[in-house]
């Protein structure tokens, strides 16, 4: 299956670099926050290329961001935006959920080799989620049989006394 990619950027110049960048990926383009907002709740992104300096959140752009990474946690966030390093961007972001920053304009094989360690990323995190709902399964397996040896034991005839029940 290919990867789903989620373009946050304003300016269709950068937006239309950016996917020459990506090589042949196909991206979703999102020109402002509210339409990422949309496309992210619509669909199942593997990685999202975000900039910060969306027109409809200007005023608090990591805000918005830390928002759309809390509304869809499931793809890899790259952070890639031209805002003032030295307002400390980078580490808000960072602590924000971002799993990578990129400054612009960004150079195309670091772009790409970001890209596929994002992609990277998002595989083992989805083994990671089939791992555990496959030990959770194992679990719930386990607990209903030793249910069903309890219910059995206590429906014979001639068994009495209380058994305890599993919780």
């Not at 496309?39 to 608090?60: E, H, M, S, T």
């Not at 952070?79 to 003032?84: A, C, E, K, S, Y």
Request: hydrophobic share 45%; proline share 5%.
């Amino acid at each position: 299956m290919p990867p789903r990619i989620l373009i946050v950027e304003d300016d269709p110049e950068c937006r239309a670099s950016l996917l020459l960048h990506l090589d042949g990926i196909d991206a979703d383009e999102a020109g402002n926050w509210s339409q990422a907002i949309e496309l992210l709740r619509a669909n199942d992104y593997d990685v999202a290329l975000w900039d910060l300096g969306l027109p409809d959140r200007v005023a608090d752009p990591v805000g918005a961001f830390a928002y759309a990474r809390e509304f869809a946690p499931r793809p890899v966030y790259v952070v890639v935006t031209g805002m003032d390093r030295r307002l400390g961007y980078r580490e808000q972001c960072i602590e924000a959920g971002a799993d990578y920053y990129l400054d612009k304009p960004a150079d195309r094989d670091h772009l790409r080799a970001t890209v596929a360690a994002a992609l990277r990323l998002q595989r083992q995190r989805a083994d990671a989620r089939r791992a555990r709902t496959g030990v959770l399964a194992g679990v719930h397996r386990v607990i209903a049989e030793a249910q069903r040896q309890i219910e059995a034991s206590t429906a014979r005839p001639g068994v009495s006394g209380h058994v305890a029940t599993l919780q």
